[in-house]
């Protein structure tokens, strides 16, 4: 008993870094599993790791002006984010190429940017620690900030959850009513930016996406309502960012990874026995109807 | 024709990055006309569908529609536009037909939700409101997609070639409940490629090939010279071709 409390409870109550790493972990889960179902769902699932690269170089101007600040580093990462977006959308308006191509250009323009700026105005520690985040380094500022833009985000998804959901099932028929479809696609965008930006801070913009995709992919397999896919999609994203930190801190893993592996394994697990088309469930429906 | 007409084109042009899809059509349908759109593949029927119900805006000309905004008009996409593995409920889709009375934020009581059950009564569904929309047939599903137009409740009907891929019993269902709006006055407008449908059950007939070849009744729309007119002008299409001079920026 003592054991098992000394490996899963022992390390929190020990430790304020391992407790703000938790709660960091909560805050992200609560953002991410909505982003990351709404990515999914508008079969954005690969954009979402091109913003989370393209938001670098303003979290790098940020850096050169602040230092590590993560305020100033993450306002300077939503505006890129968000500039990013913003001009690939009007590329795919303006010219016959679509979104996805436009937006590859820009962030790849805005990745080189970003590892530019950095390795000219900072260290490769610098770089490292944006590119792969160090969870257990949140302070206090992060940890507002991340808990502000779960809070922010939940908020948002309230209001715009039906055009949203009426957006990625059917955007012309929602249209052809007047919804605001347009609207709703760009305040979507920005909070996929803001939560890309919530995330780095403690996953760095490589894993970020991570904790957003692997959980909504995963609860594919065990739910069918966009709003309980959500909700899974946040479980399991806390249980990865808990179970990651438990592994990180028990054999002494880099915190990012761990976490982002445990999303990773879960998805596994999910798509073996989930109820809802897993390998097992389809193979036990095909064998009912081979009878 | 003495008849009030519901909507008015009047030259209207409309354009893909300065490449023409249709060009100078004008004319009016009718109010409480059943009107099929048919033309060879690339004949622009589609844009105008989209055109009418303000999804495209004209580059000349213009749509107008009387004594309705072109919200107010029920629209079925084409269903290749529409993700059929989302997860959503059969009651949730038939529920979006009502945007026009609860939009984004309005409350969905009982009286909303009786309105979706007896809409997917009238197309053969009852009791499917549970089902997720992933899981049906895609005949099912076309069905269920109707069902979201009764709920509108709308005076003008557009569909976006409504009986593609479907089983023929499927099609007969749907088509009856097409002529029953049509017998309640409502205005149905539908892109369709199935000529002998559309002499059996479409009193009146659009023939687009870019430009209007025939418009008025199906018999004297459809007739062997007109087809052949609307072939040779698809023929001699050249997707890079003339920029219409006509269009101004």
């Not at chain 1, 870094?17 to 953002?31: E, P, T, Y």
């Not at chain 2, 990055?17 to 004008?26: F, L, Q, T, V, W």
């Not at chain 2, 895609?138 to 009764?150: D, N, P, S, Y």
Request: some cysteine; charged content about 15%.
């Amino acid at each position: 008993m003592n054991q098992l409390y000394d490996l899963l409870i022992g390390p929190f109550a020990d430790f304020a870094f391992m407790k703000r790493g938790l709660v960091a972990c909560l805050a992200l889960a609560l953002g991410a599993g909505p982003v990351g179902v709404f990515l999914v769902l508008r079969r954005m699932s690969l954009i979402g790791d091109t913003m989370a690269h393209s938001v670098l170089p303003g979290a790098a101007i940020g850096f050169m002006l602040a230092g590590l600040s993560l305020p100033a580093m993450g306002l300077g990462g939503f505006l890129a984010g968000l500039l990013v977006a913003l001009i690939s959308g009007l590329v795919s308006r303006y010219t016959h190429q679509k979104e996805d191509a436009s937006f590859a250009a820009f962030f790849m323009i805005s990745l080189a940017l970003g590892v530019l700026l950095v390795s000219t105005h900072g260290s490769t520690v610098d770089l490292m620690h944006v590119l792969f985040g160090t969870i257990l380094a949140v302070d206090d500022a992060a940890l507002m900030l991340m808990a502000g833009v779960a809070t922010v985000s939940l908020l948002l998804f309230a209001v715009i959850y039906r055009p949203l959901v009426a957006e990625c099932f059917d955007s012309a028929f929602l249209r052809s009513v007047g919804g605001k479809g347009g609207l709703v696609h760009t305040l979507f965008l920005m909070l996929v930016v803001l939560n890309m930006v919530s995330g780095f801070q403690a996953l760095g913009t490589l894993m970020a996406v991570g904790l957003m995709m692997l959980p909504a992919v995963a609860a594919r397999f065990w739910v069918r309502q966009v709003w309980s896919l959500a909700a899974v999609a946040s479980l399991v994203a806390f249980i990865s960012g808990y179970a990651g930190l438990v592994l990180s801190y028990r054999f002494d893993l880099p915190s990012g990874p761990a976490i982002v592996l445990t999303a990773g394994m879960l998805y596994l697990v999910s798509l073996l026995i989930g109820p809802r088309g897993g390998l097992i469930s389809n193979r036990t429906r095909q064998r009912h109807l081979a009878h | 024709m003495s008849m009030t007409s519901i909507v008015t084109l009047q030259d209207l042009t409309v354009a893909y990055e300065r490449h023409p899809a249709i060009h100078h059509i004008s004319g009016s349908f009718a109010q409480g006309s059943l009107t099929a759109i048919v033309g060879p593949n690339g004949a622009g029927k589609s844009t105008l569908i989209k055109t009418i119900i303000g999804l495209l805006s004209p580059a000349q000309g213009k749509v107008t529609l009387n004594g309705m905004k072109a919200a107010d008009a029920a629209f079925l996409p084409q269903s290749t536009t529409i993700d059929d593995s989302f997860p959503i409920s059969v009651m949730d889709v038939v529920l979006m037909g009502l945007w026009r009375k609860v939009g984004a934020f309005r409350s969905i009581g009982r009286k909303e939700r009786k309105i979706a059950l007896d809409a997917l009564a009238l197309v053969g569904l009852a009791e499917f409101e549970g089902r997720n929309f992933g899981s049906l047939s895609a005949g099912q599903r076309q069905r269920v997609l109707f069902a979201r137009l009764v709920a509108a409740d709308s005076p003008l009907i557009l569909l976006d070639e409504p009986f593609t891929a479907l089983d023929a019993r499927t099609t007969l269902d749907l088509l009856r409940l097409v002529q029953s709006w049509h017998e309640q006055g409502r205005t149905v407008i539908a892109v369709l490629h199935d000529f002998e449908q559309v002499r059996r059950f479409f009193p009146d007939s659009l023939l687009l090939a870019r430009e209007l070849i025939a418009w008025g009744p199906t018999e004297t729309v459809l007739t062997a010279d007109n087809l052949k007119k609307a072939r040779a002008m698809s023929e001699a299409w050249d997707e890079d071709a003339e920029i219409c001079l006509g269009i101004g920026e």
